[in-house]
């Protein structure tokens, strides 16, 4: 079997890890760090160095609060959402703190083992009905819009777009192109704006819905 990839899963019911130990099984996915999803908890599971922490945001605010602190202490790591909570608020939250992806509980095995090794490989993920939602949760808007705001995309924003959706790092980005990294940056700042988006995430689901990439 391939390198495995190293899991810390926090979630506060242990019947529901169990699920998740066996969901995994088999697979390159391993879950090296378990626990609930505490504060005491994670800071056992950075001492493992988990490369994807898998957990769940049960709590009035806590769980999205201990995932912001996770990535600023565990810079190298994927974090990931998995929730039974599909409040609009929360999804906008976890995603304006910059994790990396967020799945419902309930998804299957196949489909959280491919979420989780697309996640680990750079591509962000949402579980697709929570994607279109968001994209509509602003009164009136569409996903394509009115002739009057069309927007209007360079061949270029279309480039750093696709590779985006790839899941390349600004650094590879500007590689490719043969561009450096802060007119990458500029390009994306101007691309986010276009679109009313605030991160990364909501840029790759925006451009798939409107067709700009694949």
């Known amino acids: 079997m391939a390198e495995r990839i190293r899991v810390a899963l926090l979630d506060n019911h242990p019947l529901f890890r169990r699920g998740i130990h066996d969901a995994l099984g088999g697979t390159k996915l391993a879950i090296i760090a378990e626990g609930e999803a505490t ?5 056992t599971a950075l001492k493992k160095k988990p490369e994807i922490v898998l957990m769940d945001i049960d709590g009035e605010g806590e769980g999205i609060r201990l ?8 810079p190298g ?13 929360d999804i906008a939250e976890a995603l304006r703190i910059g994790v990396h992806g967020y799945i419902l509980k309930g998804v299957g095995a196949n489909e959280l083992v491919t979420a989780l090794e697309g ?5 962000p993920y949402i579980t697709p009905a929570l994607a ?4 509509l949760r602003d009164k009136g808007q569409s996903l394509r ?9 360079t061949a270029r924003d ?34 986010f704006r276009k679109m009313r988006v605030r991160n ?4 790759v689901v925006r451009a798939k819905a409107m067709g700009i990439c694949n």
């Open 200 to 203: 990364r995430v909501e840029a």
């Open 145 to 153: 819009p009115s002739k009057d705001k069309e927007l209007v995309f």
């Open 119 to 123: 996640i680990y490989e750079g591509q």
């Open 77 to 89: 790591a994927k974090i990931v959402i998995l929730t039974a909570s599909s409040d609009e608020e």
């Open 67 to 74: 995932a912001e602190r996770l990535l600023a202490n565990l």
């Open 39 to 43: 504060e005491d908890a994670a800071h």
């Open 132 to 135: 279109t939602r968001l994209l």
């Open 158 to 191: 279309k480039q750093v777009l696709g590779h985006l959706a790839e899941g390349l790092t600004n650094e590879e980005i500007a590689d490719r192109l043969g561009l450096n990294t802060r007119t990458i940056k500029h390009y994306l700042t101007g691309v």
